[in-house]
């Protein structure tokens, strides 16, 4: 609707609750973060301004470069294998065949159990006489350390968050969709097969869904911290010490604020380059320019 | 003949892939409920049982008891009660400006609405935690409850996409009979919303139930603690056996878990979007 004379605030004062939001939780506490990394700031005592001292602090602090490249290879390794399941489960859930309904409400469930819950639950799981390894060692396997072996610990990290993808599913299914299915009817008249079909039309057309879940992914697995501090602390041997977990100890056990509020803005940026990175990457196989 | 064999087979695989599935995914679940009734005896047990001797509910008394769990519960009931209602009603008024109106500078207050979702929490918790100080609000809720009134992004993002496929001349016809604007929003609009409202409301509750990361920075007594942040501290003790603290995560898992059956239509999407067409 489009308004005139005195009328022309209305549409202001609908979206004032936002902006004003946006200005006093996320525009001035962002703004005053930069500001903050600029200077020598710890809890108490004086604030020094000490310009880019603490971005330079950090291409020399080894803990920083441990943090980055644990979670640059988390997210490496999690965001395509939860992104590919949760199309796979979508796949599976296309289909109308009967009783589908109950198997959409099986797939969704894991995704209710989140947060310290699902450490806890996975801890158990994962316990070295765990039930995972009950069943890798009746499969003939060798049970692994998950939780105590540096080795492994990112893979337990990585199982754990795939469970709960259940939101990315429907995402995948509601584009799934969408699809029109002349597209496949045509193509199954010039004789294309399964595979084909599902790479020369599905994904094309499902691009969209593609590129805001993997973004999606790529910022939570950056901001990943609940699970990690409750399944392995960090641990063993910091083989799980993620930037998150690096930023909250520095601002909150070490009161090294500015310093804290510099390694922030450094994972914004790097964030930022991923998702760019991948959004031009994208239009190469996406039907929609993004 | 042999095609409807052909048939019937791969109707026989896909629901052996799909069960096969399901029990992969519900497997969790499961097996975290038998070890949470299991008795102490059992716990340990290798190989590990599936079903155990006995059901042991009393350990789920034992479990909530060894902390002020009640307290805890009620404390997160009430920050999420009230986180929701302000989300879901502050987000549908957001969505609704962005989503019937034209108006200067909507395109671009829309894009920058969206591009605050890649704003992670790490770079605004610090100066967040200051701003509370200064305002007496830390080791109060209203860090957990009152940013909640001015909308997210996310959800607005969702309920404006809904609101578009509204036809126009709706709000034209309210407008005619003399309703006001913000009459026309609360009397015609929002009730149109109800399946998106109970998607919001859903999904914010399963957000804000196991929130841990807000209750950990902004409380400090142990009387204001949520569950998570309970559940958290109880595994950190060591002195604790896993099956309470296996009995308090399914505790956990339960108002989710009815906020879903109540919902399950909505987030399943077997209704949503199909609102009102034509």
């Known amino acids: 609707m489009r308004l005139s004379g005195r009328h022309r605030i209305v549409p202001y004062l609908f979206i004032a609750p936002w902006i004003v939001g946006f200005l006093a939780f996320t525009l001035f506490p962002a703004t005053f973060s930069l500001w903050m990394s600029m200077f020598d700031w710890g809890i108490v005592g004086d604030r020094t301004f000490i310009g880019f001292d603490n971005y330079i602090r950090m291409f020399g602090d080894d803990t920083f470069y441990l943090a980055m490249s644990n979670t640059v290879r988390y997210a490496l390794i999690l965001v395509p294998l939860s992104v590919g399941l949760s199309l796979g489960l979508a796949v599976l859930l296309s289909r109308d065949v009967r009783g589908v309904g109950l198997f959409k409400t099986a797939f969704y469930l894991p995704t209710l159990l989140t ?10 799981i994962l316990a070295d006489r765990g039930v995972l390894n009950f069943f890798i060692a009746s499969l003939g396997g060798e049970p692994v350390r998950w939780l105590t072996d540096p080795g492994s610990a990112m893979w337990a990290m990585v199982l754990t968050t795939c469970f709960g993808q259940g939101a990315q599913m429907l995402i995948f299914l509601s584009a799934l969709k969408n699809v029109p299915a002349e597209l496949y ?42 699970v990690v501090l409750n399944l392995t602390g960090g641990g063993p041997d910091k083989a799980t010490y993620f930037y998150s977990l690096f930023v909250y100890e520095n601002a909150f056990r070490r009161g090294d604020l500015g310093y804290a509020a510099s390694n922030a803005w450094i994972m914004l940026i790097a964030v930022l380059v991923l998702t760019l990175v991948f959004l031009r990457l994208s239009r190469r196989w996406s039907y929609y320019e993004v | ?46 190989p590990p049982s599936f079903w155990p001797s006995s059901f042991e509910w009393s350990n789920y008394a034992d479990a909530w008891n060894s902390q002020p769990f009640t307290r805890f519960f009620l404390n997160s009931v009430l920050v999420t009660t009230l986180s929701v209602l302000g989300v879901t009603f502050s987000s549908a008024v957001v969505a609704y400006g962005f989503a019937r109106f034209e108006f200067r500078g909507k395109k671009a207050l829309f894009t920058l609405l969206l591009a605050t979702m890649i704003i992670p929490w790490d770079v605004l918790v610090v100066p967040l935690y200051m701003q509370y100080s200064f305002l007496g609000w830390i080791n109060t809720y209203l860090p957990l409850i009152v940013p909640s009134y001015f909308g997210a992004p996310f959800y607005i993002f969702l309920l404006t996409q809904f609101l578009r496929t509204i036809p126009r001349d709706l709000e034209e016809a309210a407008m005619l009979d003399g309703a006001g604007h913000f009459r026309t929003f609360t009397s015609i609009f929002l009730p149109l919303m109800r399946p998106q409202l109970v998607l919001t409301a859903i999904l914010h509750t399963i957000v804000v139930w196991n929130d841990f990361l807000g209750p ?26 896993t099956t309470s603290m296996l009995c308090i995560s399914m505790v956990m898992v339960v108002p989710p878990l009815i906020a879903f059956f109540l919902g399950q239509r909505q987030i399943l999407g077997n209704e949503a979007g199909s609102g009102l067409k034509g």
């Open chain 2, 1 to 46: 003949m042999s095609r409807t064999i052909q048939r019937s087979t791969r109707q026989v695989s896909r629901y052996v892939v799909l069960v096969a599935v399901a029990v992969v995914l519900i497997f969790p679940f499961y097996w975290a409920f038998i070890s949470s009734v299991k008795p102490a005896s059992e716990q340990a047990a290798y």
């Open chain 1, 185 to 226: 009817e045509a193509a199954t008249i010039d004789g294309a097969g399964p595979f084909r079909k599902f790479g020369r039309i599905t994904l094309p057309m499902i691009g969209p869904a593609i590129v805001f879940n993997t973004i999606i992914s790529i910022i939570a697995a950056f901001q990943q911290i609940t």
């Open chain 1, 115 to 124: 947060g310290v819950a699902l450490a806890i639950v996975w801890g158990w």
């Open chain 2, 216 to 241: 950990l920075v902004f409380l400090n007594d142990t009387d204001l603690f949520t569950l998570p942040i309970g559940l958290s501290f109880f595994k950190s003790s060591q002195l604790i056996d």
